[in-house]
């Protein structure tokens, strides 16, 4: 890994009290290639703010702070031919095809065929975890490139190409498990839940109620800008729109609310979306929410609660967005994380 000194220190537990904590209790589960460097949006020359060193920090802060406790896993050792069938499962033909066999994709300029492979490999990164999780090999799981929440079944958007979340969910569904989804990046989890929209599989987004995507799925058009739900009940997808300038006060709110619905439907494993992009800052695409690492470990407690009651402490996490990546980003993805494997586990 490279060196991680630009990342902010973490406000959690000591590393004694940390090592001491995770002496008898099963392995943290990690998805993480080099390969995922290769993921250069746009132009393709660094410049994109969703630049994949954030998932090589976030990896190398796991490590370093949890290293008796996490099990790398390779994604390029998983079948290709099974990531592709797995791809073809939840994504229209065409639209693979495109990016994997042409490497042509609106996420990025000209033909880029290594950029198809990288999609690939992100997409195995959370394959890898849900088949561990379902053998019941980990029950904490973590893909700093997965949660492509805004991708749709024919097509890329917001930066994400294939929706590993929505397959993970759907396989969960098929070996039996009862999944839920929860997103709180500070854009919609859009594109997972019309992927799952028509299924049993719960949904749950928060996120600033005027950002990306613009759609009225997600958001009441006519209360934009104003802090508020906009639920499909008979479908299970429920959203909490949070203010432009809302932060850890709201952030709480929706989570709240969200629990709620998880108690309701008591799901056996938890999918989290665990967008870092609700800290204001630098490459925070205009949006001007204040979360802070409080409000993160706020969150990563309640996801934590909850598994504790329904789901014997089983968590799969995607990085999803996250635009100070050299910085914040990781820092709030490994602290949620950290967080949620150890209070499952005590």
Known sequence: MNNITSVPPTPSASSA?????????????????DDYLIWQLGEGDGSHPTNPMRAQLATGLLVA???RAVSVSDPTAVDRHSVRAA???????????????????????GRRPEMGQTAMTMFAGTMVLTQAMIARDIMVG?????????????????????????????????????????DWDIHAGDGTQS??????????SIHNGVAFPFDGMTRDLSLAGTRHTRHHDAN???????????????????????????????????LVAAGADGMGGANDL??????????????????????TRWSNGRVLIGGAGGYQPLTHTPRVWANVVETIYLEVNR
Request: proline share 3%.
């Open 236 to 270: 299970h997808a429920y959203n909490w729109c949070i203010e432009d300038t809302d932060g850890d006060d709201a952030f709480a709110w929706a989570i709240g609310e969200a629990v709620s619905v998880i108690d309701d439907y008591r799901p056996d494993v938890i």
């Open 17 to 33: 009290v940390i090592q001491e904590r995770i002496s008898s209790i099963g392995q943290l589960g990690i998805s993480y290639s």
């Open 195 to 204: 992927m799952l929209f028509d299924t049993e599989i719960p949904t749950l």
């Open 286 to 307: 205009g949006m001007r929410n204040t979360y802070t690492f409080a409000g993160f470990q706020h969150a990563a407690l309640a996801v934590a609660e909850a598994a």
């Open 87 to 109: 791809i073809d499962s939840v994504h229209e033909a065409g639209f693979v095809s495109r990016v994997i066999d042409e490497g042509i994709d609106l996420q990025w300029t």
């Open 142 to 182: 973590f893909n700093p490139q997965g949660a492509k929440h805004h991708a749709a079944s024919d097509g890329s958007s917001g930066f994400c190409v294939f929706n590993d979340m929505a397959w993970a969910a759907r396989e969960f569904a098929a070996a039996g498990f009862r999944p839920l989804y929860l």
């Open 65 to 67: 702070e949890l290293p």
